[in-house]
């Protein structure tokens, strides 16, 4: 299994980035997809996740700036990032979750996001 993240970068505040992560090794359709960050200090948090459905979930602090998005054909998830804040500076990661697997749960390598002030 993999998840190969990509698209992290340096931008100004209030600036844009599209994260993407690309899946393989897995059943994609099924499963669960969510991006997670951690910035230095700070536990990993949930930014946003996107089940089978296409039914989404956001973090409070990114509601309205960010949007999920997946692709089940070509197994990719998505995360557009608007109006970025210092605040979200953190390495992003891109998960996989499905209850019905064993282990189920997988992550990418993280890809870094630095918002300048």
């Known amino acids: 299994v993999q998840l190969q993240a990509s698209g992290g970068g340096l931008v100004q505040a209030g600036g844009s980035l599209r994260l993407s992560c690309a899946a393989s090794?897995?059943?994609?359709?099924?499963?669960?997809m969510g991006w997670y960050r951690q910035a230095p200090g700070k536990q990993r948090e949930l930014v946003a996740s996107?089940?089978?459905?296409?039914?989404?979930n956001y973090a409070d602090s990114v509601k309205g700036r960010f949007t999920i998005s997946r692709d089940n054909a070509k197994k990719t998830v998505n995360l557009q990032m608007n109006s970025l804040k210092p605040e979200d500076t953190a390495v992003y990661y891109c998960?996989?979750?499905?209850?019905?697997?064993?282990?189920?749960?997988?992550w990418g390598q993280g890809t870094l996001v630095t918002v300048s002030s």
């Open positions: 998960n996989a979750f499905w209850s019905a697997s064993t282990p189920g749960d997988y």
């Open positions: 090794g897995i059943i994609f359709s099924v499963y669960t």
């Open positions: 996107i089940i089978r459905t296409g039914s989404t």
